[in-house]
């Protein structure tokens, strides 16, 4: 298959590291994956571990010229399949890709990603777009944030990572590890009053950036705990932090499937987090026991942390390697690149005998 994602954000998020996770799966299975994008860094990336990336301008929704140049893009290279995320992409690529009768695929981060407007609905009725999500939750949430939409449009394949191999080793003082956006929403101010008030040792690495950043370290300061803490801002290093991270947080309250949970998991970190999205969907009944209610706050947080930095080495590491099984079991990226691939090649299939039967006609 000949097989194009499309990307208009401009921030990195889980969203990109997802598309590159399976472009590169795809591409080493022998497809043609063209990846283009508009964060210059993420288009770089692509090109390394893809083979392919290249900048889009896009301008305003329906803009004539980004849809005449992805058109010419698409032909050229005689594009099976458009997968595109919301917004811009739909109406700037995935317009290109209906006029040439070529099948698109919406990636859903969220239930609430798509408002229910007019024009969304007409858009989908024309494009007829099929709608890939990350997990179960935001499925069911998306068919009821737009009722219009039917449940054989949607079609779920988990987030995933693939297994690190290597050994698994505990710290003296525990390392803890924070990957999400520095976002009000990601519960980081949470986490740092909960880590506030403890007495025993630790390490905590931040990665990433967001509109909190300088709130955040001035809370910190504040609290008593900045010196602490290590903010490494935009990073492509997180997989070195993980893999010499002991417990992974994550105090979001609003996710869907977080791409930083898989990250960790595939690691080897313990996972002490919130229910929130469909984090459930990846928690074996091992881990369960480290997943907090979506009403928690600072305390229980605290309590929670404070069991998993006073757990005895050997116990640690077990749960370490109850998370990497967590991830074989449940979000392996192998297994996930191939469901992916299946309902890819349906969706082609099924386009090309759809165009037979109109030439026929």
Request: aromatic share 8%; proline share 5%; glycine share 8%.
């Amino acid at each position: 298959m000949n097989i194009a994602f499309v990307n208009s954000t401009r921030k990195w998020g889980g969203v990109k590291t997802w598309i590159l996770d399976f472009a590169e799966r795809l591409s080493s299975y022998g497809h043609d994956v063209r990846v283009y994008g508009r964060q210059q860094a993420f288009v770089d990336e692509a090109k390394r571990r893809v083979g392919h990336g290249e900048s889009a301008t896009f301008g305003f929704d329906l803009n004539p010229a980004t849809i005449a140049w992805f058109r010419r893009r698409f032909s050229e290279h005689r594009t099976d399949v458009v997968i595109t995320n919301i917004g811009k992409d739909l109406a700037t690529a995935g317009v290109a890709a209906r006029l040439l009768n070529i099948p698109v695929v919406q990636q859903i981060g969220l239930p609430g990603d798509i408002p229910h407007r007019l024009k969304t609905r007409l858009l989908h009725a024309w494009i007829a777009p099929r709608f890939l999500c990350s997990c179960q939750y935001i499925a069911d949430g998306f068919l009821t944030s737009l009722p219009y939409l039917r449940a054989e449009d949607l079609h779920v394949v988990l987030t995933a990572k693939r297994v690190a191999t290597g050994p698994l080793s505990v710290s003296t003082p525990r390392r803890l590890v924070a990957t999400q956006q520095l976002n009000p929403d990601k519960g980081h101010e949470t986490l740092l009053r909960a880590l506030s008030s403890l007495d025993i040792p630790f390490e905590l690495d931040v990665a990433g950036t967001g509109s909190h950043e300088a709130y955040l370290k001035d809370l910190a300061v504040s609290l008593g705990i900045a010196d602490r803490i290590r903010w490494h801002g935009f990073t492509t290093r997180v997989p070195e932090l993980l893999e010499r991270a002991d417990v992974f947080l994550l105090a979001s309250l609003s996710e869907g499937l977080p791409n930083t949970l898989q990250e960790a998991l595939a690691q080897g970190v313990l996972p002490v987090a919130r229910d929130v999205g469909g984090v459930r969907e990846v928690y074996t009944p091992e881990l369960l026991p480290w997943l907090l209610p979506y009403a928690a706050g600072p305390a229980e947080f605290a309590e929670m942390l404070r069991k998993a930095l006073t757990l005895p080495d050997e116990k640690l590491l077990e749960m370490k390697h109850a998370a990497r099984q967590a991830c074989a079991a449940r979000c392996e990226l192998d297994g996930k690149a191939r469901e992916l691939e299946a309902w890819l090649a349906d969706l082609t299939a099924k386009a090309g005998q759809t165009g037979q039967a109109r030439s026929a006609s």
